[in-house]
Nanobody, 119 residues
Framework: QVQLVESGGGLVQAGGSLRLSCAAS????????MGWYRQAPGQQRELVAT???????NSADSVKGRFTISRDNAKNTVYLQMNSLKPEDTAVYYC?????????????WGQGTQVTVSS
């Protein structure tokens, strides 16, 4: 069974920092793109940042200069360093990975981790 497990969410004051982690486990042959998405109450899920296996990154304009995505391919783990957090960053953050596994290739999601930024 292949799964993505996130950690690192929590409650933080505006201006603070959090680091999210997401580890992939199971019969994984290769992980291609990985990313973070978020969904605030009453809103659609939106892209936060993505990273390719080679390390190329892309991020939403709203988080540029504040959030940094990185990955450790040896650990099948992707990270999201979030600095200068704002109340509008409050959301459930989901990890996403495009993986080649036994049986084929697919897109997988983590269970989500809550990030709450107080003003």
């Amino acid at each position: 069974q292949v799964q993505l497990v996130e950690s690192g969410g929590g409650l933080v004051q505006a201006g603070g920092s959090l680091r999210l982690s997401c580890a992939a486990s199971g019969r994984i042959f290769r992980i291609k793109d990985m990313g973070w998405y978020r969904q605030a109450p009453g809103q659609q899920r939106e892209l936060v940042a993505t990273i390719t296996a080679g390390g190329s990154t892309n991020s939403a304009d709203s988080v540029k200069g504040r959030f940094t995505i990185s990955r450790d391919n040896a650990k099948n783990t992707v990270y999201l360093q979030m600095n200068s957090l704002k109340p509008e960053d409050t959301a459930v953050y989901y990890c996403n990975a495009d993986m080649v596994i036994l049986g084929g290739r697919g897109e997988y999601w983590g269970q989500g981790t809550q990030v709450t930024v107080s003003s």
